[in-house]
């Protein structure tokens, strides 16, 4: 930084001496009170905490500071330190999270989040391209299992074809192009209007569009076809900020930052998503919250084969990931060393809207 | 009028030209879009990038030439009520501040376009689609307004009046009907 | 240096710059910029300087304001103005004020179709401030009927304002939409009335002045001559008013409208359809001008266009600019926490908290207010026991007036580019009108039900 600021402290408030070391400044996408601002703000806290206050996190609105898709930019150039959004956003910084959309391998939301964060810790390859964007990687989650929201019953790939679906990511408009799908671009503040109009008639999303973009209200068959989790949102810290961090202070964020992607996040998560439910259950509208029969899934993920697996290492080595079949290979064992046992907050809510 | 100014103006002209025929491609691309969704039931790739960019490009090139005809909107409530000789000093100091910061605009602009460009900035929608060319194009319009700011500091400094006045040929003065100018 | 210093210093400087004239966007832009430097350093308000930019401008969502400010120009220089106020002129002739009610009801009617205030008002401006003017309305008058009554675009449905309160404060989005239909209505009678009562005579004392030799009298002349022609009945017969403007309207009326409940369309495209539907009725009407009088009224409506779109949007980066500097220092946040730790009644608290909005939107384009006060107003609102699509109403309400009144006031300024005026002969006209506007508000504000009646109707 060639030049500073004239005023006087950095928070404002601290009076008794006791002004942090560090400030650092988060710039977020995740809303106040959604699952993803539960993952990250048990972050924050904890990051406060133990390092007795050396560190203070001034946290601004979400969309305030920096847009969405400015947040990686905006961590970058050093207008804040701590960002929080979705990499798809903007993909080319981000190649190495991008595995999370490789349709069918992500079942497991604990795992996926601990197997992320190794991957950023072991595997040299994927440090080395947070680095290169000068970014260094704290956590990076998925955001909800992908549903498949219409105004008819959709219970297995054949029915697919003919819809009219926003469906977004490279991998996921490949995988539903296969089966007939018309894939439609329309901006996610568009996706109301989009179905009300009728210029789609059907989606591929997470639970936050049925709840939080209330299409409950204009579509009213949710299934979950199996494909998992298809989107993310990831954590990251200024490069430049960390370095120059006393190394003492380094490790607090290292600690907390494992702490989160081995347990504390998905439950924090989940806790949240919990209260997605409640506006399912009440939606009038809804009258169909179901997930696919298993063997239906397996057809289709069998006759799909390698062949999106393989679409993604070439996407990721054009995007400037080296090595993109290492990382993904490191990654899927991962998935596998850390599946354990967590309860998947759209997979409850299925089983509660079945059993009503 | 000079030949610096007439270079200005000239320029903030041909972008003008360039930024009305982006407004032609963004409707044109969003009815294409319409149709084709319509006949076939799927959107066309790129489309919805296309018009995005050329929004960016209609705002930015269109900027100089908004600046030159003096489109630029201002409030005039305090300085009708001051003397000329007054208003001639402010008009510098206003000046020349529009042209730092029009200059710090580009400063800034000119940074980020090579950075997008380095890293290949691209968003992903239907297709790949490459971003940082806009990042040029705002490049471009900060350029051509910075222009006009000289012109008009230049002005200032010889105790003339600041652009439009005294430019010949102007479009708008051919404006419809509603132009209470034209009406009279 | 305190932060609340750097804070006063800014907006002293904002004010300055913008007493001395410079340009707003200008001045917006470089109050803001010099306030990011002061609290955090130049490369700090460098990087701003180098988002928002793009960040205000490469958006779909936007594309609509420059696609309805085309379909206006395309309109105005297919004549459709002038045809349809003749048509509108000879009925409503006889009514005090007729021609500022039509526009008044014709605003209501095109914001029906138009998703922002900014189209609509520079829409309705090139189809009725001259008119207005040539019938003996002073241009305040004219030009403040078009402002206020363009506020409409963002309250009647469809509207992206609206939709974005939704999804930012996870409402229903149809509900939030059906809320906007009866004080749209409402605000709309409120001018009605305004124009009938009081704006007559200022119309009569106009035509006065003008007839009197010092102002523009072929107008006067022009207006004088109409009249005795419609009142000896001679010459102007119904059958041979300009009837296809009315069509011309509908057509494009039904095209937006028709195209986007049938489900082939949004309506930021509805806006590009109507824009082309508009060329279409461009052509046909000037067909036998020939092909350079065609193009060149082609050519002039996508230079004004262009210009128009440039600087509204150049005001909307500056405004970017300084709200990153509100955000950085905390100012909304320190307001927050002063007015809700003020001992008062929940009623109080909240009225409060909405009239702040309104000295926001004296200095900051509107979208930036949104974006900054849902996240702030919301959960108070929510602790303090208020209903969150009342709460959008009359969010939306007060932005609104934001949008008219100075110094800045994004609808007043493109008006006064369209109509070419000054601005501050808009901001005169409007004022009347923005009181009408508080009355309104006050009501909707003490009855929660008016706006509340038609989101119940909606089923989720
Ligand atoms: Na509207
Ligand atoms: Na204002």
Redesign the pocket.
């Known amino acids: 930084a060639c030049s500073e600021g004239v005023v006087d402290s950095g928070g404002g408030g601290g009076g008794d001496g006791d002004s942090p070391e560090v400030t650092l400044t988060l710039v977020t996408a995740a809303v106040e009170s959604t699952p993803n601002a539960a993952v990250q703000d048990w972050f924050l806290d904890e990051l406060e905490e133990r390092s007795d206050g050396r560190i203070a996190v001034e946290r601004t609105e979400a969309y305030s500071l920096c847009d969405a898709p400015e947040i990686a930019e905006c961590v970058r150039d050093g207008r804040a330190q701590i960002g929080v959004t979705i990499p798809d956003y903007t993909p080319e910084v981000f190649p190495s999270t991008s595995v999370v959309s490789i349709p069918f391998l992500g079942q497991n939301w604990q795992a996926i989040m601990h197997s992320l964060h190794d991957l950023h810790v072991n595997n040299a390859d994927a440090q080395a391209q947070m680095e290169s964007n000068g970014l260094h990687h704290v956590a990076t989650w998925p955001v909800g299992r992908l549903l498949i929201g219409s105004n008819e019953p959709v219970s297995g790939p054949d029915d697919l074809s003919g819809l009219s679906m926003r469906v977004s990511g490279p991998l996921m408009q490949q995988l539903f192009e296969n089966k007939g799908v018309n894939i439609q671009a329309i901006p996610a503040a568009e996706a109301y209007e989009a179905v009300e109009r009728g210029i789609v008639d059907s989606m591929a999303a997470g639970m936050d569009f049925p709840v939080d973009y209330q299409l409950r209200e204009v579509l009213s068959h949710w299934t979950d076809p199996g494909i998992g989790q298809y989107s993310s949102f990831g954590m990251w810290m200024q490069l430049d900020a960390y370095e120059s961090m006393p190394e003492d202070l380094q490790q607090v964020v290292d600690e907390v930052a494992a702490e989160l992607s081995s347990g504390v996040g998905a439950q924090e998560f989940n806790e949240t998503a919990a209260q997605q439910c409640p506006p399912m259950m009440e939606a009038e509208n809804v009258e169909e919250l179901s997930a696919w029969d298993e063997s239906v899934t397996a057809s289709w993920e069998d006759e799909t084969g390698d062949t999106l697996q393989d679409a993604w290492v070439d996407l990721a080595t054009e995007q400037g990931l080296e090595n993109a079949q290492g990382v993904l290979d490191d990654y899927l064992a991962g998935l596998e060393e850390h599946a354990v046992d967590v309860d998947d907050a759209t997979l409850a809510c299925i089983d509660e809207f079945q059993n009503s | 009028m000079d030949r610096f100014e007439r270079l200005v103006v000239g320029l903030g002209r041909v972008m003008g030209v360039i930024g009305a025929l982006a407004i032609v491609v963004l409707m044109l691309a969003i009815v294409i879009d319409v149709t084709a969704r319509y006949l076939t039931n799927a959107s066309v790739p790129a489309m919805l990038e296309i018009s995005e960019s050329a929004l960016v490009v209609a705002i930015f090139f269109g900027l100089a030439w908004a600046g030159a005809s003096g489109a630029h909107v201002s409030v005039t409530l305090v300085s009708d009520r001051l003397p000329r000789r007054t208003n001639a000093v402010l008009q510098v100091v206003v000046w020349g501040l529009a042209t730092a910061l029009s200059a710090w605009l580009l400063y800034a602009g000119f940074i980020r376009a090579l950075d997008a460009t380095s890293r290949g900035e691209s968003r992903m929608g239907l297709i790949q689609f490459p971003l940082w060319p806009l990042r040029w194009a705002i490049v471009a319009g900060f350029t051509a307004f910075l222009l006009v700011c000289l012109a008009n500091l230049i002005r200032s400094l010889r105790g003339r009046t600041i652009m439009p006045e005294g430019i010949a040929e102007q479009p708008r003065t051919e404006a419809g009907g509603a132009d209470p100018r034209g009406a009279a | 240096m305190q932060i609340y210093h750097v804070v006063l210093l800014v907006l002293a400087l904002l004010l300055i710059l913008l007493a001395v004239r410079m340009p707003v966007a200008l001045a917006l832009g470089l109050s803001g910029g010099i306030g990011l430097v002061l609290l955090r350093g130049f490369d700090y308000g460098t990087n701003t300087l180098a988002s928002v930019p793009f960040t205000s401008s490469a958006s779909f969502t936007l594309t609509i304001i420059p696609m309805f400010i085309l379909m206006g120009m395309f309109a105005v220089r297919a004549n459709v103005a002038v045809n349809v106020f003749t048509v509108a002129n000879h009925f409503v002739r006889r009514a005090p004020g007729g021609l500022g009610v039509a526009t008044v009801m014709a605003c209501a009617g095109f914001?029906?179709?138009?998703?922002?205030s900014i189209g609509?008002a520079a829409t309705m401006s090139k189809l009725a401030v001259g008119q207005m003017r040539r019938s003996g309305f002073p241009a305040s008058l004219a030009t403040g009927i078009v402002a206020i009554a363009g506020t409409?675009?963002?309250?009647?449905?469809?509207?992206t304002f609206l939709v974005l309160y939704a999804v930012l404060s996870s409402q229903s989005v149809a509900r939030v939409l059906a809320a906007g239909i009866i004080p749209g209505l409402l605000a709309a009678a409120g001018y009605i009335a305004y124009i009938m009562i009081v704006g007559q005579r200022m119309i009569r004392r106009e035509l006065a002045r003008t007839s009197g030799g010092t102002g523009d009298l072929s107008a006067a002349v022009e207006d004088a001559q109409a009249e005795l022609r419609a009142r000896t009945g001679g010459g102007t017969s119904i059958a041979s008013l300009p009837w296809r403007g009315l069509v011309h309207v509908a057509i494009l009326f039904l095209i937006v409208m028709g195209g986007m409940y049938s489900g082939v369309f949004t309506s930021t495209e509805g806006a590009a359809v109507g824009a082309l539907a508009g060329l279409v009725i461009l052509v046909v009407e000037n067909r036998r001008e020939g092909l350079a009088h065609i193009y060149r009224a082609f050519r002039d409506s996508l230079l004004d266009t262009a210009q128009t779109t440039s600087m509204v949007f150049f005001i909307v980066i500056g405004s970017g600019i300084l709200s990153a500097f509100l955000v950085t220092a905390g100012v909304t946040n320190t307001v927050t926490e002063w007015v809700t730790g003020l001992p008062m009644p929940p009623m109080l608290t909240m009225a409060l908290l909405l009239i702040c909005l309104v000295p926001l939107g004296m200095f900051l384009e509107s979208m930036s207010i949104l974006i900054l006060s849902v996240p702030i107003l919301v959960p108070i609102a929510t602790e303090l026991g208020f209903d969150t699509i009342w709460l959008g109403i009359m969010i939306v309400k007060l932005i609104e007036i934001g949008m008219v009144t100075p110094p800045v006031g994004i609808i007043t300024f493109v008006i006064a580019g369209t109509a070419d005026v000054r601005s501050e002969t808009v901001f005169r006209g409007v004022l009347p009108l923005v009181v009408m506007d508080l009355l309104t508000t006050t009501v909707l504000f003490l009855f929660p039900q008016i706006t509340l009646f038609l989101p119940s109707l909606v089923r989720t």
């Open positions: 914001s029906a179709v138009s998703g922002s609509t409409l675009g963002v309250m009647i449905p469809p509207s």
